[in-house]
T-cell receptor
Framework: GQNIDQPTEMTATEGAIVQINCTYQ??????LFWYQQHAGEAPTFLSYNVLDGLEEKGRFSSFLSRSKGYSYLLLKELQMKDSASYLC??????????WGAGTKLIIKP | NAGVTQTPKFRVLKTGQSMTLLCAQDMNHEYMYWYRQDPGMGLRLIHY???????AKGEVPDGYNVSRLKKQNFLLGLESAAPSQTSVYFC????????????FGSGTQLSVL
């Protein structure tokens, strides 16, 4: 079967860097995704990794290691508006998205 | 550009009542989805559609029905609501060639008493 694990909650300081990890187990893999969800709002797409390595997009970067079943989302120069939940999801062999429960990121001044 | 629009935003039902959630997208997307989101759990796919007139079951389809009579609309029906269906429901859509990038509606908070 498939399984995705990510920390329930993390706290970081404004201006700092934070890394949110996601580990997964799956029999088929077609990509790893990160979405951002502010409280009471809809998830919004952040990044997509299908090959190993680092994808950088402004202050946000996402890394994937398929052999280790591991991804992380790196947020630099944290701003208060980055306080949100970050959802990790993988696309399985049937091209269906399997979602993690999300990591709630709290940014303190 | 409205994107994905869901109605209603909030609804309270009594056990056994029925209702329909409406989802409309104006991006000409082929794929549409209905998810539910519960505390401490990941988004779970209820039903999805890969095109007008087609629907398929997702991970948790029991107790729900869907229809996609027009490409831009995807309806989710609850025939006889149960307390276990209390949840936040999200509609989403995606383009066929970028199916991994979902665009979500703002959600419907449903409470079944």
């Amino acid at each position: 079967g498939q399984n995705i694990d990510q920390p329930t909650e993390m706290t970081a300081t404004e201006g700092a860097i934070v890394q949110i990890n996601c580990t997964y187990q799956t029999s088929g893999f077609n990509g790893l995704f990160w979405y951002q969800q502010h409280a009471g709002e809809a998830p919004t797409f952040l990044s997509y990794n299908v090959l190993d390595g680092l994808e950088e997009k402004g202050r946000f970067s996402s890394f994937l290691s398929r052999s280790k079943g591991y991804s992380y989302l790196l947020l630099k120069e944290l701003q208060m508006k980055d306080s949100a939940s970050y959802l990790c999801a993988l696309m399985d062999s049937n091209y269906q998205l399997i979602w993690g429960a999300g990591t709630k990121l709290i940014i303190k001044p | 550009n409205a994107g994905v629009t869901q109605t209603p935003k909030f609804r309270v039902l009594k056990t056994g009542q029925s209702m329909t959630l409406l989802c409309a997208q104006d991006m000409n997307h082929e794929y549409m989805y209905w998810y539910r989101q519960d505390p401490g759990m990941g988004l779970r796919l209820i039903h999805y559609s890969v095109g007008e007139g087609t629907t398929a079951k997702g991970e948790v389809p029991d107790g729900y029905n869907v229809s996609r009579l027009k490409k831009q609309n995807f309806l989710l029906g609850l025939e006889s609501a149960a307390p276990s269906q209390t949840s936040v429901y999200f509609c989403a859509s995606s383009h066929g060639e970028e199916a991994e990038k979902l665009f979500f509606g703002s959600g419907t908070q449903l409470s079944v008493l």
